[in-house]
């Protein structure tokens, strides 16, 4: 433990690969007893969703829970071709940025909506960490509803966290960077001087969910890690932690950890809400996207922003505070009551568990250290709870039962320990397999834990599956933790790599208006087409729509001739089905996109640009009927300047020409 105080690189190097995903216990399986516990007989339903961060895949994975049947993968910053997801025309502008189309990021953390503390079932929020972003997806579609882009930020890491009505996601920035009105070419060694944090609250509105940027919090140039919104009796606060308050720029594992301690930001945001309602707040110039899907349409649309208020937190005593925390930390979680904050500091051989109470008293007093450019930092021991000694190597993150206890993930000795909130003492320890980062209870972020499962997630699987050459899949695994000790009882591979994730009944969300199909009637989409007998094709110079429609098991046109090369060919494809889980695929040779899903009731648009004269098939991709193979037709396309006529037809030969 003591080579852990060390600020020593080499130790630190020392101590992790001496400890990190070293296997052990390797023969570890789970009895058939404790199977039985994960097992969900086939149609039965699980009893919970379990709503997975990809990490690097951009995408949300669906899970139920306790089976880890896999349920839906859901694209939130990433296309996906399965679905034609960023590759439709409507779907397109979901992923537009400042800086143009960016059809990938980092997704590290969910956050479900919430009602008084407790899950909702509504929506479930998701970050993108590196073209910094926030998502919003619809739980009555399962579809990304809305991205938000956040100005002045670089890598969204720090969120999205909210409060307990959901009146705000936040967003705290990774890398602090010159804001963006300033001039950011600039040299990378004036950190301290050119360098700025930023916090975004970001409200979600009651009915819709619609996300607006409501302002931001300037702060000091430091590193914003992860935070959580207070709740309870600290329902109007919320706490962050920070790293790299060295503000070094380079080699950061040796110049981020020279100080014994780092600190937890906390932010009084009902004060920050008083200034900017009594206009405070700085407008400021800054171009972020504003994406919204159009459930009516189909359609999304991107809209730039032009500007954001924000607060300089200098220049007001009493939105922010510092309190010392044990080295670069990691999770700062709050406990289902909102007077415990626990600190996780990746480097810490204790965890810090901080009260609030505490920590208003020390600001009524002026119980300061001293302050952090001009920000007051209290006093690590009036804001201390106490600390748990020797729970482990490497804390990261800390769920909660709702019992009291709390449960810790240990990235460096793989294991998740389960210690009591009031004495603070160590409970029960279990392997991970290996290396867990975050970890998961039912609502264990809110006010009303369910205490029945925990899932660990895992960065690392070595030998536990079949070797799939050199990369294997991340794993999930899922314990019951209902008794005194936590038994392990299913061990599943995930999607990407997951980092945080959260589990909901099932009933709330089975429950909560799950749209089966779109309502062909109330199909708002400007191409769409509403029965066969309005199918057409149409030119406008060189670019043709094909208005089509799909039932099984056929397209309507199926014959399309006058096409030509220089086109531009938009197939709106209209799914005439009004049938829960009948989609229709399309698909066309040689487009170089990908093929379309569309919903019954649903339009959707493929962009086909052909490049060659010749003859070109196109077919359902979905296996809709027992005449689903059947499900096909042709394109013919002409050279530039050819005078062939452009025909359509379903049924009879197109009529010949001479
Ligand atoms: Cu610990 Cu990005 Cu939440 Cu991963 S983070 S584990
Ligand atoms: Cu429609 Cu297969």
Not at 421 to 442: A, E
Not at 626 to 643: C, D, F, K, T, W
């Amino acid at each position: 433990m003591k080579i852990l105080q060390s600020t020593s690189i080499a130790a630190i190097i020392t101590v992790a690969t001496l400890y990190s995903c070293k296997p052990k216990n390797t023969g570890s399986a789970v009895s058939g007893d404790a199977a039985a516990k994960a097992y969900v007989a086939p149609g039965k339903y699980d009893e919970y969703y379990n709503f997975v961060s990809g990490g690097f895949s951009g995408q949300m994975s669906v899970y139920g829970l306790p089976s880890g049947r896999l349920l839906r993968v859901i694209p939130v910053f990433s296309v996906d071709p399965e679905k034609g997801w960023g590759y439709s025309e409507e779907t397109k502008p979901m992923l537009n940025t400042s800086h143009g189309f960016v059809p990938w990021d980092d997704l590290h953390h969910t956050e479900m909506s919430q009602t008084n503390g407790e899950i909702d079932g509504k929506w479930v929020f998701a970050n993108g960490n590196n073209t910094p972003r926030l998502a919003r997806i619809d739980l009555k579609t399962f579809r990304t509803a809305e991205i938000l882009e956040l100005p002045n930020s670089a890598g969204n890491h720090s969120s999205p966290f909210g409060t307990e009505n959901s009146e705000y996601i936040v967003a705290g920035t990774r890398f602090s960077v010159p804001s963006d009105e300033d001039n950011g070419d600039v040299a990378i060694n004036s950190y301290k001087k050119n360098f700025k944090g930023h916090i975004s609250f970001v409200s979600v509105a009651k009915e819709t969910g619609e996300m607006k940027l409501a302002f931001q919090l300037k702060t000091p140039g430091v590193n914003f890690d992860l935070a959580r919104a207070g709740k309870g009796k600290s329902h109007g606060w919320f706490f962050f932690s920070c790293y790299n308050t060295e503000q070094a720029s380079t080699l950061l594992e040796v110049n981020a950890s020279q100080k014994d301690k780092d600190f937890i930001m906390a932010v009084n945001w009902k004060k920050a809400e008083e200034y900017i309602k009594a206009g405070k707040g700085k407008k400021v110039k800054a171009k972020y996207a504003h994406n919204t899907f159009n459930e009516s349409t189909q359609t999304a649309n991107s809209k730039m922003e032009e500007e954001v208020l924000v607060l300089d937190v200098k220049e007001f005593k009493d939105i922010v505070y510092f309190i010392p925390c044990p080295k670069s930390p990691h999770g700062c979680d709050v406990d289902p009551t909102g007077e415990y904050i626990v600190g996780s500091g990746k480097l810490a051989a204790l965890i810090p568990v901080f009260s609030f109470d505490k920590i208003q008293q020390s600001i009524a007093s002026k119980s300061y250290d001293g302050d952090y450019e001009g920000i007051p930092v209290i006093k690590y021991e009036s804001a201390l709870y106490g600390e748990v000694k020797k729970p482990g190597l490497g804390p990261l993150h800390t769920e909660f039962d709702g019992k009291g206890n709390a449960y810790t993930s240990f990235f460096v000795s793989s294991e998740v320990v389960k210690w009591n909130i009031k004495d603070l003492k160590v409970l029960d320890r279990v392997p991970t397999y290996y290396s867990v980062g975050h970890l998961s209870i039912p609502g264990g972020n809110t006010k009303k834990p369910s205490p029945k499962y925990l899932v660990a997630y895992n960065k690392i699987t070595k030998d536990r599956y079949l070797p799939t050459g050199p990369e294997l899949a991340q794993s999930a695994q899922l314990y019951d933790i209902s008794g005194d000790k936590m038994q392990l009882i299913l061990d599943y591979p995930t999607i990407g790599e997951p980092h945080y994730a959260q589990s909901a009944p099932a009933d709330i969300i089975r429950n909560n208006g799950q749209l089966k199909l779109f309502k062909l009637a109330e199909n708002k989409h400007p191409y769409v087409t509403m029965g066969e007998a309005n199918a057409k094709v149409t030119r406008e110079g060189n670019k043709v729509h094909v208005y089509m429609t799909s039932i099984r098991s056929h397209f309507a046109p199926d014959n399309i001739e006058g096409i030509k090369v220089g086109d531009e060919v938009y197939f709106h494809v209209t799914n005439l089905e009004q049938d829960w889980d009948v989609p229709h695929g399309f698909a066309i040779k040689g487009a170089d996109n990908a093929e379309l899903l569309i919903m019954p009731g649903e339009t959707t648009t493929l962009k086909w640009v052909p490049k060659k004269a010749g003859m070109f098939p196109m077919y359902c991709t979905d296996f809709c009927s027992a005449l689903h193979q059947e499900m096909q037709g042709y394109i013919r396309v002409s050279p530039a300047g050819s005078n062939v006529p452009l025909t359509f037809s379903l049924g009879k030969a197109v009529p010949e020409t001479k």
